[in-house]
T-cell receptor
Framework: KQEVTQIPAALSVPEGENLVLNCSFTDSAIYNLQWFRQDPGKGLTSLLLIQSSQREQTSGRLNASLDKSSGRSTLYIAASQPGDSATYLCAVDTGTASKLTFGTGTRLQVTL | DTGVSQNPRHKITKRGQNVTFRCDPISEHNRLYWYRQTLGQGPEFLTYFQNEAQLEKSRLLSDRFSAERPKGSFSTLEIQRTEQGDSAMYLC????????????FGEGSRLTVL
């Protein structure tokens, strides 16, 4: 059974810092991995999707990497801003009709 | 493209009542998923449809839960005889078969059972 772990559970950083969020998964036989953002009481916004054959994806200040063999992914956020404050969720797709297994998320707070 | 739409956004009900949530996926998406998220946890898969066919149901989906997707368009999730443990955010997502596998989520429907 696939299990996804995200560390740390919560993180507070001052504005402008670069930061890394970590995601690990137990079964390396994945189809893809997605990073999502969730604001309090809201739905999920897709940030980046990495296919199993890819090593990284970039979108603006966000960069996600994937090391499938070691079961790890990282989300790098450059020059953090208060608007980045949210919960970041990692999810893996084992290829069974895009049925995602989620981690419990990292709650990020970027302070002024 | 208006994205995935869910209604109602919030529902407060008394224990034992029935509730129904609706999801309208992105128009060209043939796959539709329901997830449940409790406070402080990641979403958990409940069920998914490909067109109008319900292809998989999680063990989390007790017999009080039923989902439909008539004509392969919108979907409804009904919970009968609600219990306090049903209180959660119910999230709908959609995707296209054969594409990247990326899921697009709606804003969710929050259920509070008193």
């Amino acid at each position: 059974k696939q299990e996804v772990t995200q560390i740390p559970a919560a993180l507070s950083v001052p504005e402008g810092e670069n930061l890394v969020l970590n995601c690990s998964f137990t079964d390396s036989a994945i189809y893809n991995l997605q990073w999502f953002r969730q604001d309090p009481g809201k739905g999920l916004t897709s940030l980046l999707l990495i296919q199993s054959s890819q090593r990284e994806q970039t979108s603006g200040r966000l960069n996600a990497s994937l090391d499938k063999s070691s079961g790890r992914s990282t989300l790098y956020i450059a020059a953090s801003q208060p608007g980045d404050s949210a919960t970041y969720l990692c999810a893996v797709d084992t290829g069974t009709a895009s049925k995602l297994t989620f981690g419990t998320g990292t709650r990020l707070q970027v302070t002024l | 493209d208006t994205g995935v739409s869910q209604n109602p956004r919030h529902k407060i009900t008394k224990r034992g009542q029935n509730v129904t949530f609706r999801c309208d996926p992105i128009s060209e998406h043939n796959r539709l998923y329901w997830y449940r998220q409790t406070l402080g946890q990641g979403p958990e898969f409940l069920t998914y449809f490909q067109n109008e066919a319900q292809l998989e149901k999680s063990r989390l989906l007790s017999d009080r839960f039923s989902a439909e997707r008539p004509k392969g368009s919108f979907s409804t999730l009904e919970i009968q005889r609600t219990e306090q443990g049903d209180s959660a955010m119910y999230l709908c997502a959609s995707s296209i078969t054969g594409a990247t596998g990326e899921l697009f989520f709606g804003e969710g429907s929050r259920l509070t059972v008193l």
